[in-house]
């Protein structure tokens, strides 16, 4: 049955398995609203074209609110035959409005509708996500700014490496965020486009004016080839592969917040963790491994679609009835997560003491070698000095730190009383006071330039 299914040049029923199979009322029913808002744009632009009368485009802009109105209070009914949201509003409203309602779909396609809606859909949840996205910020350059005095171990390879600030760790997972802020902002613009007036394809043959539909709608600007207007999914494949990079950084993220809560230099929040069924001392990071892990399915998403695209001919086919599903799917995640993660960073507490414990005397061997460089030595040089420093201490199973003014003198002659001050944490730190370094300055910059930026979202 339904609206279309069923139309003049059809003999006979769908098999029931068919209407199954082709329907997407049950997924693209999140789209109503964008699809009465479309719809009342419609209306207008063929009224204003004089293909209807303006006395029935206004029937028609006042069915569809009454359609809208049943949609926001939870009474619209779907019935049998109802395919998509499409013909489901069709449906209602010509129930609604009487034979006038057949005249809505006058030059338009569900094909040029459902584009609309999707994009209409799309543009919605991005600034929806920004906004997310800006808290996110917000409180990560907050948690970075209160606990600006924090130190830690810096890793490479999983490494100790070299001292840095807890607050300049933050801010590192704070900074792919804010570029993917940035790459969310630029693609609003793309996907912003309208394609209502391209018909089924071949363009609009009552010479409904497009910018006007576009303008109605809010859109920026209107699409510029009907045949590509009906096929382009560009702007969900890019927004999945944006939910996809995105939320790697935050499973990068939730995984460098795992490692530092097993040295218990990070608490997570018993409202982000659970615990064991049978290990009664167990509080395992439940909240930051999902963390981690969605950043999986969703780049599959953004693979699976970019493949539904693959070797489609020119121009609408059911195949891209697909996009709909990741792209629900892919939102509700994103928008878990970024909620998720804004609450861990809000609660969790840097224990200073175990962060502490993570740094060891051979992470200042660079600064070793640093201060035979200020002596006039060559790096080349100095970085082989401080390696055989770091191999003696080695050897005698004692702190590098804890090498006599003799011994390094042995190693080369060169090291005076004065390297007993290499041996600080802080003064490390504060050596790296360059644009970006871990010193206290630079951090109180990063911090600043991305709450300013967050402000702008
Ligand atoms: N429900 C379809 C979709 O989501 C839109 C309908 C277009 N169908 C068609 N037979 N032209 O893509």
Redesign the pocket.
Known sequence: GGL?GAGGRFKGGTDPIMEKFN???SF?KRMWAQDIKGSVAYAKAIGKVGIISQEEANQLVEGLEKVRQEWANGTFEIKAGD?????ANERRLTEIVGPVGGKLHTGR???D???TD?RLWTVDAERDILKDMATLLEAGATVAKENIDILMAGYTHLQPAQPIRFSHWLMSHMAPLMRDAQRLKEMIPRANQCPLGSG?LAGNAFGVDREFLANELGFDGVTSNSLDSVCDRDFVVEFLMWHALMLTHISQFAEDVIINNLLKGIYIDDAYATGSSLMPQKKNPDALELLRGKAGIALGRAVGMTATLKGLPRA?N?D??E??VPLFDSVDTVKDCLAICTGVICTMKPKPEYLMKALSPEMLATDLADYLVRKGVPFRETHHISGACVRLAEDTEVGIDTLTLEQLQAIDKRFEADVKDVWDYEVSVERKCSIGGTGKASVLKQIDDIIAFAKTL
């Open positions: 279309f329907e997407s009322l693209d395919e998509d949201i499409h013909t396609s569900r094909n509708q459902v584009a999707t089924a609408y059911k891209l009835q996009d709909k």
